[in-house]
């Protein structure tokens, strides 16, 4: 079981970068997804995950009105597209998925990360 982010690098203040997960080894079509993300020194936090059928989303308050998840589950594939973007974003993101099918604690699989760089 793999969870591949990508889509990582690095953008200027204000600008758009949208991350990919793309799972195999197994469906992940019933599980909710999240993205987390973490900078050094600092403990992982929560960015925005989605229920199953993409219906239901929830979002870390800075994140709220920039930040959008979506899935494909025909795809396999959850995103994350981020708009005005802050220097403060700047972190390894990480996808995960739930052992649930709405969004919430504990989420046993994780990706590698991938590394977004806000920076003039």
């Known amino acids: 079981v793999q969870l591949q982010a990508s889509g990582g690098g690095l953008v200027q203040p204000g600008g758009s970068l949208r991350l990919s997960c793309a799972a195999s080894?197994?469906?992940?079509?019933?599980?909710?997804m999240g993205w987390f993300r973490q900078t050094p020194g600092k403990e992982r936090e929560f960015v925005a995950a989605?229920?199953?059928?993409?219906?239901?989303?929830d979002y870390a308050g800075s994140a709220r009105g920039r930040f959008t998840i979506s899935r494909d589950n025909a795809k396999n594939t959850v995103y994350l597209q981020m708009t005005s973007l802050k220097p403060e974003d700047t972190a390894v993101y990480y996808c995960?998925?739930?052992?649930?099918?709405?969004?919430?604690?504990?989420?046993?699989?994780w990706g590698q990360g991938t590394l977004v760089t806000v920076s003039s």
């Open positions: 989605i229920n199953w059928n993409g219906r239901t989303t």
């Open positions: 080894g197994r469906t992940f079509s019933s599980n909710a």
């Open positions: 995960a998925a739930s052992i649930y099918s709405y969004p919430s604690d504990p989420y046993k699989y």
